[in-house]
């Protein structure tokens, strides 16, 4: 049997997918663990599975027809996994040190604990916030009004506090972000599968709500680092990403806290989208923002208020 299976799911960006395969790899070698690296890729047309298929003939390669979505994705090779651990690595990730050794001791030495995040960097180095608290309705007025620096770094908006990265010991968290998610074959084995109606986004989040609910742990480990491009890649706004990621949060909400709850977020979302949006027009009457940007963010407010 395996220690650890590591899944990569790729979608055009055959460059990162080519650094992040050859980061586990070597992390694989390096740990010492018995392991192997799956690659799903979602039918990509930059010639990602190409690049796998002749650069990486260990690794282990699904090639989709078309975009089955990150949860879909990612199932296909955990149900062909027999490893006592299994990882989702994100196609923009490193592994650096020996970074998957501390997550499967950590798992070893804690029983109880279902699932391990990373403590995740920019490329530069730079810290970036690697676990979160579950979302409420704080979280989503700074998602729109971010207000001060200070108030989104804190626990307000569902971050933990830095020292505790900078420390040696695992700590509590409610979910993990799933750019570098270990989890436990047997938490898999009680909890089920990723819940494949999330095509993208939230997925981790639901993930680790259901270990919780069924008594599992969850633990960051900041001795184990992990290079993650994330927001650092685009800053562009994209129409059909915030539409998505809305779509899929509305599903967690009820999925998780009733559709009482759910129906509140959305009256809550739709009068902070009323809010900004009154503001974008009134940027846009001063040239303060472009006309294509904020035609965008008004379309993506509309769509988003009509889910």
């Given amino acids: 049997m395996n220690d650890l299976s590591i899944i990569i799911v790729s979608y055009n960006t055959r460059d990162l997918t080519r650094a992040c395969v050859r980061s586990a790899l070597d992390g694989l070698a390096r740990s010492g663990l018995r392991g192997e690296v799956w690659v799903v890729d979602n039918a990509s047309a930059d010639g990602s599975a190409d690049m796998v298929r002749a650069e990486f003939p260990q690794a282990r390669l699904i090639v989709n027809a078309d975009n089955r979505g990150f949860a879909a994705a990612n199932n296909q090779a955990i149900a062909r996994s027999d490893a006592r651990h299994i990882m989702l690595l994100n196609s923009d990730a490193e592994v650096r040190g020996d970074a998957l050794g501390a997550m499967v001791r950590v798992l070893d030495a804690h029983p109880k604990v279902g699932a391990v995040g990373a403590r995740l960097v920019y490329p530069d180095g730079s810290f970036q916030h690697s676990a979160f608290r579950f ?54 084995r009680q909890v089920g599968l990723l819940d494949e109606g999330f095509f993208m986004y939230c997925e981790e989040i639901d993930w680790c709500w259901r270990m919780r609910k069924a008594g599992w742990e969850v633990l960051c480990v900041p001795t184990a680092e992990v290079m993650h491009h994330g927001a650092g890649t685009t800053r562009r706004f994209r129409e059909e990403m915030f539409v998505a990621l809305w779509r899929s949060r509305f599903r967690l909400y009820e999925k998780h806290r009733g559709a009482g709850y759910a129906r509140w977020v959305r009256r809550w979302v739709r009068l902070l989208m009323r809010a900004d949006g009154a503001r974008i027009r009134r940027r846009l009457a001063r040239g303060q923002i472009a006309q294509d940007e904020a035609r965008a963010l008004l379309s993506a407010y509309a769509r988003v208020a009509a889910l």
């Fill in 135 to 188: 979302p409420g309705f704080a979280q989503i007025f700074l998602d729109f009004f971010p207000l001060h620096p200070r108030l989104l770094d804190s626990r307000v908006n569902g971050r933990y506090p830095r020292r505790l990265y900078a420390g040696a010991e695992p700590f509590p968290v409610d979910h993990p972000l799933g750019a570098a998610l270990m989890v436990r074959a047997e938490t898999v």
